[in-house]
């Protein structure tokens, strides 16, 4: 094993997996080659997903907030909405951030190229500039980082603007007065939300019964009574059946469970299906890297693919293609190729759906444990009890705890509520330092705030909460 300063690393693929990798590599003395079409490092996540979303859900929350003043006795006038102007903000937030990476990128010396690669063999690289130009380049190791795309139903491709996916609803190109939005996971409620928030009249199916299908049902339950104030419609076991593009708009085939359908003209679509991993990498089966039947990458706990010199990090490997389970990867590959001994072995990712109110969860889910029939015990706090939420106005929260009945140990967290993406982080770091209900209960929280919902439902699970009555039973 040559000493990790004088390794040369390519890394294919610049998203926050990606651009992780690289510099922790440079900061590791690694001479390192970055790989990515986009002008800066940042990927899908800050040129056209978490980061432009999160901009365009913070005005989204503000609207919905000075509409929900009115009951506390401030009554805004209806907000006049210049689009240009609402884009270019959006447009400056990702590129101070890209830029911003750029600068990082340059400072460690990492040989950032703009273009595409393509497999040799299995250490060696031929990369198409932008301008057209190739280059062949042989690395020691090469980590791929290429991440995914939206998934395509091919009954619902239709070459019109009209039908998006998130990265042209995330243009906002207009504000609608109808959208179709097919799939109620993440990015549907997500953008659905966005535009509903604009004006737009917002129609959500789902194929499944219920909602963001990886969440347990009771934190999902206040945000579908919210969101269907919000919007339009929320059908669920229904799917879309074909569209049609009459010119003036969309006309959709809604199919419902009963078998019955119902024709719907909508001026947008936005196809929210779930997404794909990029594995289809030109000259990729000159290496021994495996593709999975789903298209994933298999890798080992150090990110190693089937090929030695190849790893593989972020949603081109799996579930959950979440931005920060790629970071975390790409570091755990780095120091594994580095010669540490690492391995990519967490007790909790967390998962944050930005909607308002948000929901989030880490480690065990109710709905998993029931599925493995695992004993648990559930503690919930409900925010009707919380000081903080009620000078708030949003008492509809709910933060439950999962703990392990014979140990007390703390195996997963869910929270519904303004603010859960924030809040989770506490039960991620719990989680992995294996606290258990006492540790929880006894850790002082600031007062008042949301966070101490944590705290009171470690002291439901002992008994020990003051704010909340139960009589004693027997
Ligand atoms: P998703 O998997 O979250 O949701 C897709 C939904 O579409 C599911 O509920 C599924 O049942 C439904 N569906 C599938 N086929 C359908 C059909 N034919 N008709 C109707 N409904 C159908 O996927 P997404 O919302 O496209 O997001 C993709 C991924 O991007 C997420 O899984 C997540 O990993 C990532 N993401 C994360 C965040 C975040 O962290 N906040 C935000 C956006 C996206």
Redesign the pocket.
Known sequence: MPDSESLHIAVVGAGPGGYAAAFLAADLGMTVTLIDPEPNPGGVCLYR??IP?KALLHVAKLIEESEQAKNWGIDFAAPKIDLARLRSWKGSVVKKLTGGLGVLSKQRKVNYVRGHAAFDDSTTLRVTRADGSEESLTFDRIILATGSR??I?PSLKLDTPRMMD?TSALDLEDIPETLLV???????L?LGSVYAALGTRVTV????SG???GADRDLVLPLLKRLEKMFDGILLN???ASVKDEGTGIRATLKGQDGNNQERVFDRVLV????KPNSEIPGLEKTRVQVGPRGFIPVNQQLQTGDPSIYAIGDVVG????AHKAMHEGRTAVEAIAGHKVAFEPNAIP????TDPEVAWCGLTETQAQSENREIKVARFPWAASGRAITIDRPEGITKLLFDPQTERLLGMGIVGAGAGEMIAEGVLAIEMAALARDVAMTIHPHPTLSETIMESAEVFLGTSTDIYRPKRG
Do not use: D, H, N, W
Request: hydrophobic share 45%.
């Open positions: 997903g978490c979303s939206p998934a139903i998130s097919v799939g109620g996971g993440y990015i549907g997500e199916v789902e194929m499944l909602l963001l299908p229904t799917t879309v929210s299906v779930g997404r579930e959950p293609m979440l998962a944050v759906v930005f």
